[in-house]
DNA sequence: ATGGCTGATCGAATCAGA
């Protein structure tokens, strides 16, 4: 896979932004697209309007709530819904597919709600299931990117205040620690590695006037393999999907390879 | 007073998001 183009965008329900999803795809014409918060089920995807733009489309949804996606301009083989260690997938929130030889993740991860919830358990839970599942079924030395939205502000530098944050479920040190050891299986923080200075932001909450004011986090991230990351030539967040009418509370993150 | 929006499920008010 040569010159590729990927981004991961949450787009808080497919169906109210259906529109949008198209034209973003006509005006960047990502090679793949991760998506996550479909909020429909597989019968209500909008496969057809998408193969109208130029992308098949892997889906694993549920009714109402999380739903995640792969899209993609080339074929998506060995496509895999939920982590099939054997455990059911209670909410559908992990989804890969081969594509070009690249083992293609996208992740939406818990939210948590409130720390020391049942929600936060399980979302610590969940991405201890992720490290697990990298460990039993890939290998760091293979092409492999994993991307979505990981509701986790991995450093202070991907918070607008760092103080008022400190304790949320996106930030707390169990969280981050929770990440850290799924990165630690062999990824890199693509993003991070382009904007060390920190301050670029990918999701503003729709209250408060949370975006003109720039009042933001990095909850949205691309990890690659070594391999991959060498190859990077760009990494950045499309704010301009942040305005406008309707959007999603997310913006897309686009990352770009040789 | 720690809110303020948005979407889904519904057919009003509640849950969930982050």
């Not at 109208?52 to 739903?67: E, L, M, T």
């Not at 993609?72 to 099939?84: I, K, N, S």
């Not at 923080?189 to 301050?199: C, K, L, Q, S, Y």
Request: glycine residues 6%.
């Amino acid at each position: 896979m040569n010159a590729v183009k990927l981004a991961t965008w949450n787009v808080n329900s497919i169906r109210s932004r259906l529109g949008r999803l198209e034209a973003w795809l006509r005006r960047h014409r990502p090679d793949v697209l991760c998506l996550q918060e479909l909020k429909c089920t597989d019968e209500q995807f909008p496969y057809e309007a998408l193969a109208g733009v130029g992308y098949q489309s892997a889906v694993f949804g549920q009714k109402a709530y999380n739903g995640v996606a792969i899209l993609a301009r080339q074929e998506l083989r060995d496509v895999r819904r939920g982590f099939g260690d054997g455990s059911p997938d209670t909410e559908a929130r992990l989804i890969s597919a081969e594509i070009e030889g690249v083992r293609v993740f996208s992740a939406y991860v818990p939210n948590g709600q409130v720390v020391g919830s049942e929600k936060f358990t399980y979302k610590l839970a969940w991405l201890a299931r992720l490290a697990d599942l990298l460990r039993r079924d890939f290998d760091p030395a293979a092409p492999i990117v994993l991307a979505g939205d990981f509701n986790v502000a991995v450093s202070d530098r991907d918070v607008y205040d760092p103080n008022a944050w400190a304790e949320s479920v996106l930030c707390v040190p169990e969280v981050r620690g929770a990440l850290e050891l799924v990165r630690q299986w062999g990824f890199v923080d693509v993003f991070a590695r382009f904007h060390p200075e920190g301050g670029v932001y990918s999701w503003w909450d729709y209250r408060r006037l949370a975006f003109p004011r720039n009042q933001g986090l990095r909850l949205d991230h691309v990890y690659a393999t070594a391999a991959f990351t060498e190859r990077c030539t760009s990494a950045y967040v499309d704010r301009d999907e942040r305005k406008g009418e309707k959007p999603s509370d997310h913006a897309p993150v686009v990352v770009e390879w040789t």
